[in-house]
């Protein structure tokens, strides 16, 4: 080869390699999860060379008074601040992410600027809740360089499916009414914000599949939690699966499906090799009150349920809370990986929850992978007219990452005033080890609802087989009421039921958690051996508590989830303390830190473009920050 000749292979393969991406494609970075990239430009050695490189502003957003610290009333939750979660997607050489309102947007990779946007014209004033954690993409296989070759789909809060062009954002007008589908036909009567669709919609080979978040503790007939899905490219409905006992009929005598079963409101992951869509439920309504349920609707609930993707039909369930009325629904998309444990190599979900515990199961059976015990749990105290289950599964490995139960002896305080105070408060509750019932007296849940591991979800290291999750240790007190002693206005009514759930932060006088910090951690499992490798305080109390508290208690309040990467770099915002963070995989050392304009309570992100590495993370806050507000979409990328 002359010389001439290699210069140009030399151009050639150089262009090429400059061209590569590295795409993020859906909301887990892969349809079944895992916050993972391949991407291993920025590294160990150079994170600290990390530098903004781009701000995306969509303007969608409301100031408004976060209510973590106080009384969850009706009126504390229609005027707090939203909350921006969303996980942008890249694809097709385009960054692609919606805003809590339901716009969409298309940027440049490497600037930001807009392509396009779209507004899917939503009620906000109708709606209780902003949140869109993600759109989803397909590409048509057949003819991707069609019109509407390339879909963008996005499930809005007052419940329609929309199909839009990647390439330009105009509606696909070939699927359903115009470029959309109405969630609301084959439901029972509701109102509009009962029924919302907040998480992306999941996609196996031609078909689209969505659950709904459905305000569950408000009544105990609200809308059923059905997981329909739909042909991609018409729309036309396929098949929906009801999340009640398989003996049970699953719609009533107008062919609407069955009211009151769990939904399914957190992220679904596909395996399109075994041709499973796999979700995690919630748990039935009313969440705090399962005197009414007469077991049909608990048979599916707080589950990782396997379905096939074909017809909808059941393959496998595995229950993580019997009769759940704690709230302890699966809030997490389950993340698929293939581990080898005990010498056997199997492809595996992994499912944390709020509880803390993480469950390691068997993709093809539902069988655990990891030894699961059935262990007794407390069957005093419960409400006139409430049933028990006599146990519940406890995973042996991998440990929890939070501490099951409290006491008084728990109690915590800055001084020994506050931590009195909070003892006795302890001590008038009915408190005791986890799975202790919801109570008149008042229950401490300790994890609360909240978790333990929430939505954010972890990511895993699918080369070092490491499991990454941020866990919040934050106590919530749940008491019933009958409903003629229930004050008007209450969030969480459970209308129609014997009892309302009234919830209070279990806090000090001061304001401060009643439990010692940290209140937020990080944690790095070995999912192989079920190890924990090791689990740091996560986070500060600055912008929470004044100078020195701040300096002198680790771990703050948390909302959000972790990315990692092949180089073996964690990226996670998520505290109240407003910093951006990298550690190492390792061992968990700090990298890398960066102020963010204000809370960023969602997933990060990673993709290469044009031979250059970008993080990004939204950072727009959360109801229950102590950060205002906001919509910055923020991008990173090493200094020249």
């Not at 069988?367 to 042996?396: D, K, N």
């Amino acid at each position: 080869m002359n010389t001439v000749a290699l210069l140009l292979c030399l151009l050639l393969f150089t262009s090429i390699a400059q061209s590569e991406s590295i795409e993020w494609p859906a909301y887990g970075g892969a349809k079944g999860g895992g916050h993972y990239t391949a991407a291993t430009q920025i590294n160990k050695d150079n994170v600290n060379d990390l530098k903004l490189a781009w701000t995306h502003r969509s303007g969608d957003f409301v100031a408004g008074k976060p209510s973590f610290t106080e009384d969850l009333t009706a009126e504390s939750i229609r005027t707090r601040p939203t909350s921006f979660m969303v996980t942008p997607i890249m694809v097709d050489d385009t960054v692609f992410y919606c805003t809590p309102f339901n716009r969409v947007f298309a940027l440049d990779p490497a600037t930001g600027k807009e392509r396009w946007v779209f507004d899917p014209q939503v009620d906000m004033s109708k709606e209780s809740i902003t949140n869109c954690r993600a759109v989803s993409s397909w590409i048509d296989q057949k003819d991707p360089t069609a019109s509407c070759g390339h879909r963008i789909l996005l499930g809005t809060l007052d419940a329609r499916l929309i199909s839009l062009d990647a390439k330009t954002g105009e509606r696909c007008a070939d699927f359903g009414n115009s470029g959309e589908v109405s969630l609301h036909a084959g439901l029972t009567e509701h109102a509009s914000s009962e029924y919302s669709i907040t998480s992306a919609p999941a996609i196996i080979n031609d078909t689209v599949i969505t659950g709904a978040f459905i305000q569950d503790s408000h009544r105990p007939d609200v809308p059923s939690g059905v997981v329909r899905a739909y042909d991609i490219r018409s729309g036309e409905f396929i098949w929906g699966w009801n999340p009640v006992h398989p003996d049970r009929p699953q719609t009533d005598a107008e062919g609407n499906f069955t009211p009151g079963s769990t939904n399914v409101w957190s992220t679904i992951s596909v395996d399109e090799e075994l041709g499973l869509v796999i979700v995690p439920t919630g748990n039935s309504s009313p969440d705090y009150y399962g005197g009414d349920r007469d077991g049909h609707k608990d048979y599916y609930s707080s589950s990782v349920v396997a379905l096939n993707a074909s017809d909808g039909s059941v393959a496998w369930h595995y229950q993580t809370v019997h009769h759940d009325i704690w709230d302890y629904d699966v809030p997490a998309q389950p993340t698929l990986v293939d581990l080898t444990i005990n010498g056997v190599k199997r492809p595996a979900v992994v499912q944390v929850t709020k509880m803390g515990m993480t469950f390691v199961l068997d993709r093809e059976t539902g069988q655990p992978l990891h030894p699961v015990e059935e262990r007794a749990v407390p069957q005093e105290g419960a409400v006139p007219g409430e049933y028990l289950s006599p146990t519940q599964p406890f995973p042996v490995k991998p440990d929890p990452l939070h501490q099951l139960g409290i006491s008084p002896d728990d109690a915590w305080g800055l001084t020994f005033w506050d931590k009195s105070q909070c003892r006795k408060k302890l001590a008038q509750m009915q408190h005791g080890p986890i799975y202790t019932p919801p109570s008149l007296k008042g229950t401490p849940l300790y994890p609360s609802n909240l978790g333990g591991n929430n939505w954010g979800a972890p990511a895993v290291d699918l080369k070092r087989k490491i499991m990454v999750a941020n866990t919040k240790h934050m106590p919530i007190e749940v008491r019933l009421a009958e409903q003629k002693d229930c004050p008007e206005g209450l969030p969480f009514p459970q209308l129609g039921s014997k009892y309302c759930v009234i919830m209070t932060p279990v806090v000090s006088p001061l304001g401060i958690p009643c439990t010692a910090p940290p209140w937020a951690t990080l944690a790095a499992v070995d999912l192989e051996s079920g190890d924990i490798l090791w689990q740091i305080p996560f986070g500060t109390l600055k912008g929470m508590a004044p100078w020195p508290f701040y300096h002198l208690i680790e771990g703050g309040m948390e909302m959000g989830g972790p990315m990692v990467t092949a180089s073996g770099l964690i990226f996670i915002a998520a505290t109240s303390d407003s910093y951006f963070r990298a550690f190492d995989i390792e061992n968990g050392d700090e990298l890398w830190k960066q102020k963010l304009p204000t809370t960023g309570n969602a997933v990060p992100m990673s993709y290469t473009y044009n031979n250059e590495q970008y993080v990004l993370v939204a950072a727009g806050g959360h109801f229950t920050s102590p950060e205002p507000a906001g919509d910055n979409l923020v991008a990173y990328k090493l200094s020249p």
